[in-house]
């Protein structure tokens, strides 16, 4: 397997070169040329895998470079009952990410039963392992600059704390988390591990973390890496529970549909890497909150990104965000892979503020089995209630969002599994005015509100983060 970036360069990097570089030299985003394929026959003799062998076979077909022997101990030991601790009253604690049916055929796969409640820590464990392991094989070191619009951080930090030859520096956007998002992050005091909170929106964070990453000779010298779902091996890992909740919930040769809270496109663009790969997906359902560029993409074919004034602070938070770097790849994959055509629409969005997509372009579109909605904050709090009161299964307000969308875009007929964003422990102001109820916190975060947080608070400007690396990667 063989990797190139969407805005052109192709240097037949293998899956272990890109994994920490990030982004590519082009300011693109690796793919592979193309997708393995996985047969129906294959696909039933995966049906009885636990997670951790899953996840080899599946990553065993992205993962070029890497021995297998050592990709196999790497999925071994993250995919740990020990590690995936937090499993709901009911479900198989041996089972990582377990099928919860609500009603006539809708059901969540959960996916945040992590050390950080949720779903980031599917593939960001994985990723911390396989950073370990490549750094000592290599013997280099790797200071890791991303941004959270709330879960990512705390997932990455978690799999990162105390691992050798790795720092981790995430961005936040201060004062737009919940409070148990900042008490994960903030309450950390690994010395490998260091915060800062800039004073504006997500997208603003995510651009300093691209303008980092294209600054060739900084990003060389410092040795910068990401862990944003712009790092391919984090979009991979993410394939594999597409996988897993088919396998638990179709029954052979059967399609089912996936509807998925998005914020940065890159959980959505897991499944439809899985359906590139012949696993049976009737239709990926995108689901947005007020922040609702990707619905409005998927529903007239203009995709128009909001700058920091207009992306709107709401209950569902980590879906705040107006730019999505994942929808890249699919469009990437919508124009043929052509690089000449991406560019053209990522110019011509920069200088108009928008692209519209006509003609065969948007019929693609309208074949690839995406469809999307919006949820607002009534919508949400009206789904966690509903689904409290009448079903007695308590979801965070993202998942309300996904639920909400899958309940009115769905296929007649069609299995349709929600994915899971996070457990509802971290979102506890919403849930309380939605139900009254405050929501059980998992035993292993007794007492993370109560400990002491320390964060770098700065504003969004490139050269400061720049500088804070700079003097932190010297001590």
């Known amino acids: 397997m063989r990797y190139l970036s969407t805005r052109g360069e192709s240097t037949g990097a293998s899956y272990d070169e890109i994994v920490l570089r990030g982004l590519a030299s082009d300011g693109g985003l690796f793919m592979p040329e193309s997708y393995p394929q996985v047969t129906a026959e294959t696909l039933e003799s995966w049906r009885k ?14 993962a070029s470079g890497i021995d297998e022997a050592a990709l196999k101990e790497i999925c071994r030991s993250t995919y740990t009952e020990k590690t995936y601790c937090n499993a709901r009253e009911g479900d198989d604690p041996k089972d990582i990410t377990p099928v919860r049916w609500l009603e006539d055929g809708i059901g969540l796969l959960e996916l945040s039963n992590g050390p950080t409640l949720a779903f ?18 290599e013997g280099k070191t790797l200071n890791i600059l991303g941004a959270t619009s709330g879960d990512t951080g705390s997932a990455a930090e978690y799999a990162m704390r105390g ?22 992050m903030y309450s950390l005091e690994d010395p490998n591990i260091f915060n800062i909170a800039v004073r504006g929106t997500f997208d603003q964070a995510q651009d300093i973390v691209k303008a980092v990453s294209n600054d060739h000779a900084f990003k060389s010298a410092h040795s910068i890496g990401t862990v944003n779902s712009i ?67 998927f529903e007239t074919g203009v995709y128009h990104p909001r700058d920091a004034a207009h992306t709107y602070v709401t209950s569902s938070p980590s879906m ?43 019929e693609r579109v309208l074949a690839s089995g995406f469809t999307a909605g919006k949820s607002t904050h009534a919508d949400r ?12 299964v308590m979801i965070d307000p993202h998942t309300a969002d996904g639920l909400k969308v899958a309940r009115e875009k769905r296929l007649p007929g069609v299995k349709c599994l929600c994915l899971e964003t996070a457990q509802a422990a971290k979102f506890s102001k919403t849930i309380i005015e ?19 947080q320390r964060c770098e608070v700065m504003d969004p400007e490139t050269e400061n983060v720049k500088q804070f690396i700079d003097r932190h990667t010297k001590e």
């Open 231 to 297: 790092n391919w091996a984090r979009v991979a890992a993410q394939v594999v529970y597409y996988f897993k909740g088919w396998l638990a919930a179709a029954e052979k040769g059967e399609a089912i549909s996936f509807a998925v809270p998005s914020g940065n496109f890159g959980d959505v663009l897991a499944g439809w890497i899985a359906k590139q790969m012949g696993l049976p997906i009737a239709s990926l359902i995108v689901a947005t909150n007020e922040n609702d560029v990707l619905t409005e993409f």
């Open 163 to 184: 691992r050798k030859g790795i720092r981790v520096f995430m961005l936040s956007p201060y004062g737009r988390m919940s409070d148990f998002q900042r008490a994960q």
């Open 320 to 362: 705040d965000i107006s730019r999505a770097s994942n929808f890249e790849r699919f469009i990437f994959d919508i124009v043929g892979r052509d690089p000449e055509v991406l560019k053209r629409l990522w110019h011509v969005m920069a200088t108009e503020g928008e692209f519209r997509l006509t003609g065969e372009l948007w």
């Open 434 to 452: 939605a139900t009254g109820t405050v929501p059980a916190i998992p035993a292993s975060c007794a007492d993370l509100l109560s400990l002491p």
């Open 381 to 392: 709090l009206a789904t966690i209630r509903d689904t409290w009161e009448r079903l007695g």
């Open 49 to 62: 895998l636990p997670y951790a062998e899953l996840a080899f076979e599946v990553l065993r077909l992205f």
């Open 120 to 137: 980031k820590d599917m593939a960001m464990q994985y990723l911390g392992a396989l950073f370990e392991h490549l750094l000592a094989r």
